[in-house]
């Protein structure tokens, strides 16, 4: 029987540093961002609770933004790597981008992205969740799953997949130096 942390891929170098930096400064400089906010079943929480599960600033990248086409090609191959391997997965569709910002004392907390029509997808309940780091020029901040059982590299480039479901809870843990930045997706 497999583990689950066997559905878990990273792809190192899967964007170049270059072109991290280029949509991180970009972005960095040029947009409007958001603080993060958490939803339950029932509603958005409201910016006191949300402290409490997240402090993130986070922007949505839509189809002709910046950088749109550069992170969707990359989001893609990751994505067909990912399939080849895990061929009962089909690509349908992909939501919006979001790029999140943690500055000092950022995180998120542990939670699942079995999500339904709240951020943009069109094609149903996502797959799989594709993640971009953008840097590593920061301390803290840990991308961990399954309770624990994996943390990814992290390394500035590097994409991780995983099945947005009940079984690959992740987290961030705080950001104890320095600003982490990365894109997501997900896939239907």
């Not at 390394?155 to 705080?174: A, L, Q």
Request: with cysteine; net charge negative.
């Amino acid at each position: 029987m497999d583990k689950v942390t066997d559905y878990i891929m990273e792809i190192p170098s899967g964007m170049s540093h270059d072109e991290c930096n280029r949509i991180e400064a970009y972005y960095r400089n040029t947009t409007t961002w958001d603080d993060s906010k958490f939803a339950n079943d029932k509603k958005r929480l409201n910016t006191k609770e949300s402290r409490k599960r997240v402090i993130m600033k986070d922007q949505w990248i839509y189809k002709g933004g910046k950088y749109y086409d550069q992170l969707k090609e990359g989001f893609n191959r990751a994505g067909i790597e990912y399939t080849k391997i895990h061929s009962k997965i089909n690509m349908m569709g992909m939501s919006p981008f979001r790029i999140n910002w943690y500055e000092k004392g950022g995180f998120m907390d542990k939670h699942t992205d079995n999500i339904h029509h709240s951020h943009g997808q069109q094609w149903g309940y996502p797959h799989i969740t594709i993640l971009l780091f953008l840097n590593d020029e920061y301390e803290g901040g840990e991308f961990e799953l399954c309770d624990g059982e994996y943390t990814a590299n992290a390394e500035k480039g590097s994409f991780i997949t995983f099945p947005s479901n009940f079984m690959y809870p992740h987290e961030v843990k705080k950001v104890t130096e320095g600003e982490r930045f990365t894109v997501m997706v997900w896939i239907a």
